[in-house]
């Protein structure tokens, strides 16, 4: 009996001494997930809050994405989680019926057309690199004469805004920063 209970006894201090070590083994982990996860949403905030909005490089991305928008006549496109929209020449489609998601009463539901249409807007806007929330779209005899594209943008009212008939001027009575980019392009930041 002995030797049994000293057997039980040793194997008992084994199993606590191996739980304590696995414990101790799955805190370690457990902090150092928690430090990779700060470490990378330090490293995507600087990444944000550095990237430059006006990069002349932005304006032939922009100006592709317009030339898409007006050559399948499409004048308005909104994308936010409670409102898809789009509104064209062929019709104009909301995912809601109000008169919040779209500028019309007449909208009707998304069909394949306008499903098509509206995935033909974002894809356009990815390959642009931005994420839009609005884009209205003005033209005459199938140029364009006029865009604006609200921004989706952390503490901002931000907007991608091109006019090529005349230099841009803000119509907002607070403090916006407007910003000359090259190719009639102009950023336009209201703050919060």
């Known amino acids: 009996m002995s030797i049994y209970s000293g057997f039980k006894s040793v194997s008992i201090h084994i199993i606590k001494v191996m739980g304590q070590i696995l414990l101790e083994i799955?805190?370690?982990?457990?902090k150092l997930s928690l430090f990779v996860a700060a470490v990378w949403v330090l490293i995507?905030?600087?990444?944000?809050?550095?990237?430059?909005?006006?990069?002349?490089?932005?304006?032939?991305?922009?100006?592709?994405?317009?030339?898409?928008?007006n050559e399948h006549r499409i004048t308005y496109y909104h994308n936010q989680d409670?409102?898809?929209?789009i509104e064209s020449e062929t019709g104009n489609y909301a995912d809601k019926p109000s008169s919040t998601c779209g500028s019309d009463d007449?909208?009707?539901?998304?069909?394949?057309?306008g499903t098509q249409l509206f995935t033909l807007v974002s894809d356009a806007a990815k390959k642009a690199q931005i994420t839009p929330?609005?884009?209205?779209?003005q033209?005459?005899?199938?140029?364009?004469?006029?865009?604006?594209?609200?921004?989706?943008c952390f503490l901002c009212y931000a907007?991608?805004?091109y006019s090529p008939q005349k230099p841009y001027v803000t119509q907002e009575r607070?403090?916006?920063?407007?910003?000359?980019?090259?190719?009639?392009?102009?950023?336009?930041?209201?703050?919060?």
């Open 139 to 152: 033209s005459e005899h199938g140029r364009v004469t006029f865009a604006r594209i609200n921004l989706s």
């Open 106 to 113: 007449k909208n009707k539901p998304f069909d394949a057309h």
């Open 44 to 69: 995507v905030l600087c990444i944000w809050i550095t990237a430059d909005s006006t990069n002349p490089g932005m304006s032939p991305l922009l100006t592709e994405l317009v030339t898409t928008v």
């Open 174 to 192: 607070k403090p916006t920063d407007v910003r000359d980019m090259t190719g009639d392009w102009y950023y336009e930041n209201t703050g919060i």
């Open 26 to 30: 799955m805190r370690a982990l457990l």
């Open 82 to 85: 409670w409102c898809k929209s």
């Open 133 to 137: 929330i609005r884009i209205d779209i």
């Open 159 to 161: 907007s991608y805004i």
